[in-house]
Every structure is written in structure tokens, then in C-alpha cells.
């Protein structure tokens, strides 16, 4: 019954490779975002969907591309890994996105995170 | 644009004794505040949030925090810790009244409780 899960937790791999992390929540939830933590544990948004429609792209490479094919799922894939790719990626979700209805904000949920290592 | 700043990246303290983790921000317009915990290996858990109201906020397992917005600071505290709560804080702000609830997280402050 776990509300955001992520798979895989590890993912190691060769600079070069194309690889996909997938996040799926069963919490009922219109939005969901990937998070990248890097080694010194910031935690920096990359990108949010809301009903699977991309709402927020932060500056992420273009190799980084996020896919929502139902509201209940938000994939990321990465062409051409680089060294500097190897963080742990959180994947969130949030009853809504827009704040302006009622003046309140939702509260983000987090899965496990995917340890991505590139060798 | 907003910042978190976490001045504090590791605290130590021993087991029973209280703690104070410091969060201060910079916005131009008025945000909502937020903790989040992680332990070790997990991912992030909301500890608690000020979106208005009393200033003192009160969140799971024993903690609090006190927005104090002359002073544009949300610290984190708890008056008994225990071993368990080893982990590493994170203090976070999103914007009021946006149209996403983006979150912008400070650097982070690993506890680090020793019996």
C-alpha cells in the first residue's frame, strides 16, 4: 500500500547509456514532480506535471525528459548519461498545484528515491 | 527570487537534550514554510508547515517551530531528542499564491543524536 513508490531504488550504469526511473502513486493526486538530490543532499526541483500537463521545467538539460502517461505515473529518462547525472532522484506527488483556489498549498508526498550511479 | 538558508549543516547533540535547528529565508513576497525529515536511506517526510495563523506550529513526533517573520526565520525545535531522531532536516519554502507549489529547499541539517 505505499503512496509513491519508485523503481528502481539503484541504478548504476555506463556514461553514455539511456536509462528510465519510474514513479507511480496511488494516493488519487493531481501532481507530481521529480526532485534531484545531489551529493551534498540539495534537494533542486526539475520538473512538475499536473494532470499529466507539464507545469513547471526548471533548467534541466534536454537529455532529461519527463513523460506522464496517466496522472498516477511520472517517468523520467535520461539519454546520454553523464558523470554529473549521478544523484538520487525523488519523485512527489500533491492533491493540486495551483494555490490561488482557497489561498492554500498542498503538501507534497515523497517516495524512497533512486540512487542513480554513472560510472 | 527566494532562498532557504540552513547555516547549520550538522548539529550534534545528546540523547534528552533539547535542540534548536535554524532555518532563515529571503522572499519579497509572502511564503509558506515548511520542515521535511529524512532518515537515513528514505526518502523525505513533511514534519510540519506554516501557512498562517499562531506562529508556533506544532508537528509529529515532538517538534515545533516558530515563524518569526521580522526576523524572516522558521526554526526547528524539540525539547527532548532521542536516538531515533538522527536524520537529516530540511527546511523548505513554497511561494503564497502561486500557481504551482514548487518547493525550494535550504541545504539541509544532519542531527546527529549520541547517546
Known amino acids: 500500500d505505499t503512496a509513491v513508490s519508485q523503481t528502481p531504488k539503484y541504478l548504476v550504469t555506463q556514461m553514455g547509456n539511456d536509462k528510465s526511473i519510474k514513479c507511480e502513486q496511488n494516493?488519487?493526486?493531481?501532481?507530481m514532480y521529480w526532485y534531484k538530490q545531489d551529493s551534498k543532499k540539495f534537494l533542486k526541483i526539475m520538473f512538475s506535471?499536473?494532470?499529466?500537463?507539464?507545469?513547471i521545467n526548471e533548467t534541466v538539460p534536454n537529455r532529461f525528459s519527463p513523460k506522464s502517461p496517466d496522472k498516477a505515473h511520472l517517468n523520467l529518462h535520461i539519454n546520454s548519461l553523464e558523470l554529473g547525472d549521478s544523484a538520487v532522484y525523488f519523485c512527489?506527488?500533491?492533491?493540486?498545484?495551483?494555490?490561488?483556489?482557497?489561498?492554500?498549498?498542498?503538501?507534497?508526498?515523497f517516495g524512497p528515491g533512486t540512487r542513480l550511479t554513472v560510472l | 527570487a527566494q532562498s532557504v538558508t540552513q547555516l547549520d549543516s550538522q548539529v550534534p547533540v545528546f540523547e534528552e537534550a533539547p535542540v534548536e535547528l535554524r532555518c532563515n529565508y529571503s522572499?519579497?513576497?509572502?511564503?509558506?514554510l515548511f520542515w521535511y525529515v529524512q532518515y537515513p536511506n528514505q526518502g523525505l517526510q513533511l514534519l510540519l508547515k506554516?501557512?498562517?495563523?499562531?506562529?508556533l506550529v506544532k508537528g509529529i513526533n515532538g517538534f515545533e517551530a516558530e515563524f518569526n517573520k521580522s526576523q524572516t526565520s522558521f526554526h526547528l525545535r524539540k525539547p527532548s531528542v532521542h536516538i531515533s531522531d538522527t536524520a537529516e532536516y530540511f527546511c523548505?519554502?513554497?511561494?503564497?499564491?502561486?500557481?504551482?507549489?514548487?518547493?525550494?529547499f535550504g541545504t539541509g541539517t544532519l542531527l546527529a543524536v549520541q547517546p
Open positions: 512527489a506527488s500533491s492533491p493540486t498545484t495551483a494555490q490561488w483556489r482557497g489561498g492554500r498549498t498542498d503538501t507534497q508526498y
Open positions: 494516493l488519487g493526486h493531481d501532481t
Open positions: 506535471y499536473n494532470n499529466k500537463e507539464l507545469i
Open positions: 522572499s519579497s513576497v509572502s511564503v509558506y
Open positions: 506554516y501557512l498562517s495563523g499562531s506562529t
Open positions: 523548505a519554502v513554497s511561494l503564497y499564491g502561486g500557481a504551482t507549489n514548487k518547493l525550494i
